[in-house]
């Protein structure tokens, strides 16, 4: 049933994608700020108490939703997983804006290029060069394909299944459903929106938001770097893993984007020109500058792991209904 659900969400989604300002995310923003206003006097406690109150209600009713289905009909159970999935994974949230930078590039538009990215990241990107504008969409890329679609499969599918195993009883039932999916993907979202603001009232609040997704992907990133190895490059990949992916500023990215970057042969990170200057950045990955070839091996690496990880799914479903 995991692997239905997988499949008609992601259908779903190439059909109409969701609108991250959307209804559902707009009230979550509303959710949270309400949370903020009540609970923020500056404390990482206070942190902790906002988080819990801006995401776990919402885990709950998620997954009550879910049994209270199951127990009418197991259909219900699986169209409620699919519905969920469908608004928490997000493909193509980063993939239409990879896909316009990628055409007005291969097209040697640049000046629309540098326009469809700075729309994609909200951001300046006027000084960019066609190599930067490749990097860092390629960057923006393989990272969106993590936090929208397989720290979001991995929270649903395999983690709760592990946790169920090793700490069965309450936990197990508490992630089971779309829970897993649903924590993952509202802890991201606060992290973005407490945890990357540098004012000074957000600076100790916002941090448990920001480490507590950090914990939660830990092993998503691992497992994602690990995909990215096994149908890329796997020695490269392994070896940018291993070598770099410390010295980017967030070491769960770094994983991601170093894996990635060797899987496809490619540089990431070093220079960028903003604001009248040189940004500069740890070199991520290998081999040669990052162009619009790149920008296709990036999309083909994406989609190679999406399959191998709905073939592991599908595979560890029909070894349970064998054992079982």
Same mark, same amino acid.
């Given at each position: 049933?995991?692997?239905?659900?997988?499949?008609?969400?992601?259908?779903?989604?190439?059909?109409?994608?969701?609108?991250?300002?959307?209804?559902?995310?707009?009230?979550?923003?509303?959710?949270?700020?309400?949370?903020?206003?009540?609970?923020?006097?500056?404390?990482?406690?206070?942190?902790?108490?906002?988080?819990?109150?801006?995401?776990?209600?919402?885990?709950?009713?998620?997954?009550?939703?879910?049994? /209270?289905?199951? @127990?009418?009909?197991? %259909? #219900?159970?699986?169209?409620?997983?699919? +519905? !969920? &999935? =469908?608004?928490?994974?997000?493909?193509?949230?980063?993939?239409?804006?990879?896909?316009?930078?990628?055409?007005?590039?291969?097209?040697?538009?640049?000046?629309?290029?540098?326009?469809?990215?700075?729309?994609?990241?909200?951001?300046?990107?006027?000084?960019?060069?066609?190599?930067?504008?490749?990097?860092?969409?390629?960057?923006?890329?393989?990272?969106?394909?993590?936090?929208?679609?397989?720290?979001?499969?991995?929270?649903?599918?395999?983690?709760?299944?592990?946790?169920?195993? /090793?700490?069965? @009883?309450?936990?197990? %039932? #508490?992630?089971?459903?779309?829970?897993? +999916? !649903? &924590? =993952?993907?509202?802890?991201?979202?606060?992290?973005?929106?407490?945890?990357?603001?540098?004012?000074?009232?957000?600076?100790?609040?916002?941090?448990?938001?920001?480490?507590?997704?950090?914990?939660?992907?830990?092993?998503?990133?691992?497992?994602?770097?690990?995909?990215?190895?096994?149908?890329?490059?796997?020695?490269?990949?392994?070896?940018?893993?291993?070598?770099?992916?410390?010295?980017?500023?967030?070491?769960?990215?770094?994983?991601?984007?170093?894996?990635?970057?060797?899987? /496809?042969?490619?540089?990431?990170?070093?220079? #960028?020109?903003?604001?009248?200057?040189?940004?500069?950045?740890?070199?991520?990955?290998?081999?040669?500058?990052?162009?619009?070839?790149?920008?296709?091996?990036?999309?083909?690496?994406?989609?190679?792991?999406?399959?191998?990880?709905?073939?592991?799914?599908?595979?560890?479903?029909?070894?349970?209904?064998?054992?079982?």
């Amino acid at each position: 049933m995991a692997l239905l659900s997988l499949i008609v969400a992601l259908l779903l989604e190439q059909v109409r994608p969701v609108n991250p300002h959307g209804a559902a995310f707009q009230a979550f923003r509303r959710w949270t700020d309400m949370v903020a206003d009540n609970f923020n006097a500056g404390e990482r406690q206070h942190g902790a108490l906002g988080w819990a109150c801006a995401v776990l209600p919402w885990v709950v009713a998620v997954n009550l939703v879910f049994w /209270i289905l199951h @127990g009418i009909s197991p %259909i #219900l159970a699986w169209a409620w997983d699919a +519905a !969920v &999935l =469908y608004f928490t994974m997000g493909f193509r949230q980063f993939s239409h804006g990879f896909t316009v930078v990628l055409e007005a590039l291969r097209a040697g538009e640049i000046d629309r290029a540098r326009a469809a990215l700075g729309q994609w990241r909200e951001e300046r990107v006027d000084e960019y060069t066609q190599t930067e504008v490749a990097k860092v969409s390629i960057e923006q890329g393989l990272l969106g394909s993590h936090r929208h679609v397989f720290g979001v499969i991995a929270w649903f599918v395999f983690l709760p299944a592990v946790c169920g195993t /090793i700490f069965p @009883g309450t936990l197990a %039932i #508490l992630l089971s459903g779309p829970a897993g +999916a !649903v &924590l =993952y993907r509202l802890t991201a979202l606060l992290s973005e929106q407490w945890g990357a603001r540098d004012d000074e009232e957000f600076l100790q609040f916002g941090g448990f938001a920001r480490e507590a997704y950090h914990v939660l992907d830990w092993v998503p990133a691992r497992l994602t770097a690990a995909s990215f190895a096994v149908v890329g490059d796997f020695e490269d990949a392994v070896y940018c893993w291993r070598s770099q992916a410390a010295s980017w500023l967030d070491p769960l990215e770094g994983i991601v984007l170093a894996s990635g970057a060797g899987a /496809i042969g490619v540089r990431l990170g070093e220079t #960028l020109h903003a604001d009248g200057s040189v940004v500069f950045r740890p070199e991520i990955g290998l081999d040669d500058e990052a162009d619009v070839e790149h920008m296709q091996r990036a999309v083909g690496l994406i989609w190679r792991a999406l399959i191998m990880w709905m073939m592991v799914i599908g595979l560890t479903t029909i070894a349970s209904w064998i054992g079982s």
